[in-house]
């Protein structure tokens, strides 16, 4: 209880303005997950632990607060080790209601370069990724981004190309990896799932958008680098565009429809807000 309530309290702070409060009380909820054992990795021997729906519970509570560290990138001393930390911890799974009361189903866990494995575990049944899932591996991506453009925002391009390539290939993949998320979802469907998946694929394009950006320098601000050949800018910014009408395209409903505007993420609102950015500057 402790735990939601200091996560509840730094959405208030973040929604009044004052985010130091809100990173001080995020920064005492990452800790006592940890204090609490909330990040306990699935045992080889035993696995009781792991497979119970309350450690699940708590295990999801982790989770929480790690996403939300790596949305805001505070506290800054947590970001730079967050992939180790959370290395071969199984991703939220499947709850499902079964006679004896609810039951466990793992999916994927991540390695400390966020690529996912499967889960083996003798007694769980292991299942295709679940919609929390996904977005747990977008975020992680989201935050490898956000530290390439901190470390090299008024830098030489040139020297970032090759991380800009690594990243775009990582949200790539795994964006397809949703696929079967995404199939299972109606383009119409309000339900916590659908929500989910949107917020996942804002934040893939948002990924796209953020660091093709860095390579063209009318949407980064960052002089043009010599070495880098023209034609890779000129890809990058039509790269650039196609996810920011792909973004578009998701907020389409609320846009231009009736569905209910304030039942998007306040991530998706400062999406919307770079992806505006791009699109005033074609």
């Given at each position: 209880?402790?735990?939601?309530?200091?996560?509840?309290?730094?959405?208030y702070?973040?929604?009044?303005?004052?985010?130091?409060?809100?990173?001080?009380?995020?920064?005492?909820?990452?800790?006592?997950c940890?204090?609490?054992?909330f990040?306990?990795k699935?045992?080889?021997?035993?696995?009781?632990?792991?497979?119970?729906?309350?450690?699940?519970?708590?295990?999801?509570?982790?989770?929480?607060?790690w996403?939300?560290?790596?949305?805001?990138?505070?506290?800054?001393?947590?970001?730079?080790?967050a992939?180790?930390?959370?290395?071969?911890?199984?991703?939220?799974?499947?709850?499902?209601?079964?006679?004896?009361?609810c039951k466990?189903?793992?999916?994927?866990?991540?390695?400390?370069?966020?690529?996912?494995?499967?889960?083996?575990?003798?007694?769980?049944?292991?299942?295709?990724?679940?919609?929390?899932?996904?977005?747990?591996?977008i975020?992680?991506?989201?935050?490898?981004?956000q530290?390439?453009?901190?470390?090299?925002?008024s830098?030489?391009?040139?020297?970032?190309?090759n991380?800009?390539?690594?990243l775009?290939?990582l949200?790539?993949?795994?964006?397809?990896?949703?696929?079967?998320?995404?199939?299972?979802?109606?383009?119409?469907?309000?339900s916590?799932e659908?929500q989910?998946?949107?917020?996942?694929?804002a934040?893939?394009h948002?990924?796209q958008?953020?660091?093709?950006?860095?390579?063209?320098?009318l949407?980064?601000g960052?002089?043009?680098?010599?070495?880098?050949?023209t034609?890779?800018q000129r890809?990058?910014?039509e790269?650039?565009i196609?996810h920011?009408?792909?973004?578009?395209g998701?907020?389409?409903?609320?846009?231009?429809?009736?569905m209910?505007?304030s039942?998007?993420?306040?991530l998706?609102?400062?999406?919307?807000f770079i992806?505006?950015?791009?699109?005033?500057?074609q």
């Amino acid at each position: 209880m402790i735990v939601q309530a200091l996560e509840c309290i730094q959405l208030y702070w973040f929604g009044v303005g004052q985010p130091h409060s809100g990173n001080l009380c995020l920064a005492l909820a990452y800790r006592s997950c940890q204090m609490l054992g909330f990040d306990q990795k699935l045992s080889n021997e035993n696995d009781g632990f792991g497979g119970s729906f309350e450690s699940e519970l708590c295990r999801r509570c982790f989770w929480a607060c790690w996403t939300s560290t790596c949305i805001v990138m505070e506290p800054e001393p947590y970001i730079e080790s967050a992939w180790k930390e959370v290395a071969m911890l199984p991703l939220p799974g499947l709850i499902s209601s079964v006679s004896s009361g609810c039951k466990v189903s793992f999916n994927q866990m991540m390695n400390e370069d966020w690529q996912s494995f499967p889960v083996r575990s003798p007694s769980t049944d292991s299942q295709p990724a679940t919609a929390v899932g996904i977005l747990v591996k977008i975020i992680g991506v989201w935050a490898k981004v956000q530290l390439l453009c901190k470390g090299h925002s008024s830098s030489a391009t040139a020297r970032n190309f090759n991380s800009t390539k690594c990243l775009s290939s990582l949200a790539t993949s795994l964006f397809n990896d949703a696929a079967a998320v995404r199939n299972s979802v109606s383009q119409d469907d309000e339900s916590p799932e659908a929500q989910t998946l949107l917020l996942h694929d804002a934040i893939y394009h948002q990924c796209q958008i953020t660091l093709h950006s860095m390579i063209v320098p009318l949407f980064s601000g960052i002089p043009a680098d010599p070495t880098v050949d023209t034609e890779i800018q000129r890809k990058a910014a039509e790269t650039v565009i196609y996810h920011a009408d792909l973004f578009e395209g998701l907020l389409a409903p609320y846009l231009y429809d009736r569905m209910d505007v304030s039942r998007l993420p306040p991530l998706v609102g400062y999406g919307a807000f770079i992806n505006s950015l791009a699109v005033n500057h074609q």
